[in-house]
């Protein structure tokens, strides 16, 4: 039983170049997350997904597009990135409970965008 | 939409002693608050949580306080180790989205 996973670690990037960041959890979660974190500013929603096929813009979605075709996996994807998109992504996922949500979090993947 | 505050957000704290973060939140909606720890390298983890009928919440060493009519809510660590040294989040649940604080970097001396 992985958790959450998440692929790459790390990644450098040049200005306008394109990535997908690949989620995958083994729980069995209906919702998955997005976030970015940054220095003073905690954890940021980007996009979150609530079941198979069904994505939603979370706090700063500018800029990224997620894709949710299978249960298990949530990808994020940079079209044309920028350097204000240098930041560490984690990945969560969550079952449906009334009244909680517990998330599961990824280790992280650490993009630089020069 | 929710917005939490997160405070101090460095705190050091010699071994043995107890150590307080405290957050606000702003949507009075808001029904579950979750704190999580955040070692070097990993994502964050969840410690404790507490729903809004709830005013008090123990677990050995940690306990979560919450205050609906201010509403504020409190993490509380007694007798401190160097393993508990990470970043600590608190969040906010409301009717859509969690919202987190920016989190404090907790350092225990031994």
């Known amino acids: 039983n992985a958790g959450v996973t998440q692929t790459p670690k790390f990644r450098v990037l040049k200005t306008g170049q394109s990535m997908t960041l690949l989620c995958a959890q083994d729980?069995?979660?209906?919702?998955m997350y997005w976030y970015r974190q940054d220095p003073g500013m905690g954890l940021r929603l980007i996009h979150y997904s609530v079941g198979e096929g069904t994505t939603a813009k979370g706090e700063v979605p500018d800029g990224y597009n997620v894709s949710r075709l299978k249960k298990q996996n949530f990808l994020l994807g940079l079209e044309s990135a920028a350097p204000s998109q240098t930041s560490v992504y984690f990945c969560?996922?969550?079952?449906?409970?009334?009244?909680?949500?517990?998330?599961?979090f990824g280790a992280g993947t650490r993009l630089s965008v020069l | 939409g929710e917005n939490v505050e997160q405070h101090p957000s460095t705190l050091s704290v010699q071994e043995g002693d107890s150590a307080v973060i405290k957050c606000t939140y702003s949507d009075s909606a808001s029904n579950y608050f979750p704190w999580y720890k955040q070692e070097l390298g990993k994502g964050p983890q969840l410690i404790i949580d507490?729903?809004?009928?709830?005013g008090e919440k123990k677990d050995q060493r940690i306990a979560v306080t919450l205050n609906k009519t201010a509403k504020h809510f409190s993490l509380h660590i007694t007798e401190t180790q160097p393993e508990d040294s990470a970043v600590y989040f608190c969040?906010?649940?409301?009717?859509?989205?969690?919202?987190f604080g920016a989190g404090t970097r907790l350092t225990v001396k031994p």
């Open positions: 507490i729903r809004s009928n709830v």
């Open positions: 969040a906010a649940k409301g009717i859509d989205d969690m919202r």
């Open positions: 969560a996922s969550s079952y449906r409970v009334v009244g909680k949500n517990i998330q599961y």
């Open positions: 729980m069995n979660h209906e919702y």
